[in-house]
C-alpha cells in the first residue's frame, strides 16, 4: 500500500542535541513538506520541497535543516539551535498538479528532556 | 499576506444539534480542502472542494464552497460524540501548496 511513514513515533532529545526525524514516502509525489504543531495550535511551516535537490524555507525555519537527497525522503534535523524543540511534528507530501491535497504522515512527537 | 480564518475556534455543543463552522480565504485559486485530525494523530482528509458552488457530504457532514465569497463552510448535521475532533480548512496556492487555517476544536457532550 502506498503511504507516508514518519519514524519514530516519540523521540527524546537531550538539550544541545541534534536530532534528526525521518519522512519516506512510496506515493512518488513530487513535493513534501515538515509542519510544526504545538499543543492546541495549528499547524505552522517549517521547510517544504518540490523537487529533489531543492527546498525552501517555511514560516519558522530557524534551528531546523532539511534534505531531499532522494525523491521518497525528506529528513528533519532539530538543530541545538531551536531552543523550543518540544511538539508533534508532521510531515506530508503531495503531487504537484492542483487538486489534490496533502497526505499527512502519522507524526513525531518530540520532547526535550 | 495568504490567510485562511476559521471561526469559531473552539465549538462546544450537545449530541443531535446542528452547527456550522465558517473558512473564510484570502487567495484567488478557489480549491478548498477540510482535514479532520483527532488528539495526538494526524491529520485524515475529508472533503476537496474544486470549483464555486461544489457540495460534499459525508455522513454528518457537508462541505460546500463558494468562490465568489471566499467562504466554505464544515455543516454538522445531529452531531455525535464521535465527531469531537478538530477540523481544518486548507486554501489551495499556487503550485499545490496549503495554507491551513487554525483549526475549530469540536467537542460533542451527551
Known amino acids: 500500500d502506498g503511504g507516508i511513514t514518519q519514524s519514530p513515533k516519540y523521540l527524546f532529545r537531550k538539550e544541545g542535541q541534534n536530532v534528526t526525524l525521518s519522512c519516506e514516502q512510496n506515493?512518488?509525489?513530487?513535493?513534501m513538506y515538515w509542519y510544526r504543531q504545538d499543543p492546541g495550535q495549528g499547524l505552522r511551516l517549517i521547510y517544504y520541497s518540490q523537487i529533489v535537490n531543492d527546498f525552501q524555507k517555511g514560516d519558522i525555519a530557524e534551528g531546523y535543516s532539511v534534505s531531499r537527497e532522494k525523491k521518497e525522503s525528506f529528513p528533519l534535523t532539530v538543530t541545538s539551535a531551536q531552543k523550543n524543540p518540544t511538539a508533534f511534528y508532521l510531515c506530508?507530501?503531495?503531487?504537484?498538479?492542483?487538486?489534490?491535497?496533502?497526505?499527512f504522515g502519522s507524526g513525531t512527537r518530540l520532547t526535550v528532556v | 499576506e495568504l490567510k485562511v480564518e476559521q471561526n469559531p475556534l473552539f465549538l462546544s455543543m450537545q449530541e443531535g444539534k446542528n452547527y456550522t463552522i465558517y473558512c473564510n480565504y484570502s487567495t484567488t485559486s478557489d480549491r478548498l480542502y477540510w482535514y479532520r485530525q483527532d488528539p495526538g494523530k494526524s491529520l485524515e482528509s475529508l472533503f476537496v472542494?474544486?470549483?464555486?458552488?461544489a457540495v460534499k457530504q459525508e455522513g454528518r457532514l457537508m462541505a460546500s464552497l463558494d468562490t465568489k465569497a471566499r467562504l466554505s463552510t464544515l455543516h454538522i448535521t445531529a452531531a455525535v460524540h464521535d465527531l469531537s475532533a478538530t477540523y481544518f480548512c486548507a486554501d489551495e496556492t499556487s503550485g499545490s501548496r496549503l495554507t491551513f487555517g487554525e483549526g475549530t476544536q469540536l467537542t460533542v457532550n451527551p
Open positions: 472542494l474544486l470549483s464555486n458552488g
Open positions: 506530508a507530501s503531495s503531487m504537484l498538479q492542483e487538486g489534490h491535497g496533502y497526505t
Open positions: 506515493l512518488n509525489h513530487d513535493a
